[in-house]
T-cell receptor, first 111, second 115 residues
Framework: QQPVQSPQAVILREGEDAVINCSSSKALYSVHWYRQKHGEAPVFLMILLKGGEQKGHEKISASFNEKKQQSSLYLTASQLSYSGTYFCGTAIIQGAQKLVFGQGTRLTINP | DARVTQTPRHKVTEMGQEVTMRCQPILGHNTVFWYRQTMMQGLELLAYFRNRAPLDDSGMPKDRFSAEMPDATLATLKIQPSEPRDSAVYFC?????????????FGEGSRLTVL
């Protein structure tokens, strides 16, 4: 049930854009995105619900393709503060609505 | 400033010893999750509770792990006996009435090292 994230790691220069993908083999109820900085707890970015629209948060936005059970996180004009590991969490429609996280995507932003 | 509080922050113990980690969810939150994070496995869901009732603990090794919520302000995760492979950071997260359709707030984690 664990979602699959890609890529596993990305290295960018400040100002460049990045896309992180998350896919599931199960029908999804919701997709959650969190960012974790080294040595800290994961911090919530946004949620996308089944039937919902694309969400945005500063220069970070996300989409949810229900037919493909996929979500993408878009980071535009990346800033140094965007560095960290990004996790997508998914809740499937059937069964207990527990939140299961992918393996994470490590994003490094260099000056 | 409401936050999830976890204790201990760091624990070093020897193989075979009992370890208890505690979590105080944000007041009013009725959903509590326990996750384990390692480099190899990422964030693994161990167990979760809603209104203090365990809803799913399928990710937890049943022979040595147990999770409980004795009251609404305390969740515990116990390992007995501990093994070196249990070394990880254990996170507790709580959510409000929106459950998993809302934000989860993570504690700072309990870093466990089993020698």
């Amino acid at each position: 049930q664990q979602p699959v994230q890609s890529p596993q790691a990305v290295i960018l220069r400040e100002g460049e854009d990045a896309v992180i993908n998350c896919s599931s083999s199960k029908a999804l109820y919701s997709v959650h995105w969190y960012r974790q900085k080294h040595g800290e707890a994961p911090v919530f970015l946004m949620i996308l619900l089944k039937g919902g629209e694309q969400k945005g948060h500063e220069k970070i936005s996300a989409s949810f393709n229900e037919k493909k059970q996929q979500s993408s996180l878009y980071l535009t004009a990346s800033q140094l503060s965007y560095s960290g590991t990004y996790f997508c969490g998914t809740a499937i429609i059937q069964g207990a609505q527990k939140l299961v996280f992918g393996q994470g995507t490590r994003l490094t932003i260099n000056p | 400033d409401a936050r999830v509080t976890q204790t201990p922050r760091h624990k070093v113990t020897e193989m075979g010893q009992e370890v208890t980690m505690r979590c105080q969810p944000i007041l009013g939150h009725n959903t509590v999750f326990w996750y384990r994070q390692t480099m190899m496995q990422g964030l693994e869901l161990l167990a979760y509770f809603r209104n203090r009732a365990p809803l799913d603990d399928s990710g937890m090794p049943k022979d040595r792990f147990s999770a409980e919520m004795p009251d609404a302000t305390l969740a515990t995760l116990k390992i007995q006996p501990s093994e070196p492979r249990d070394s990880a950071v254990y996170f507790c997260a709580s959510g409000g009435l929106a459950g998993i359709t809302g934000e989860l707030f993570f504690g700072e984690g309990s870093r466990l090292t089993v020698l």
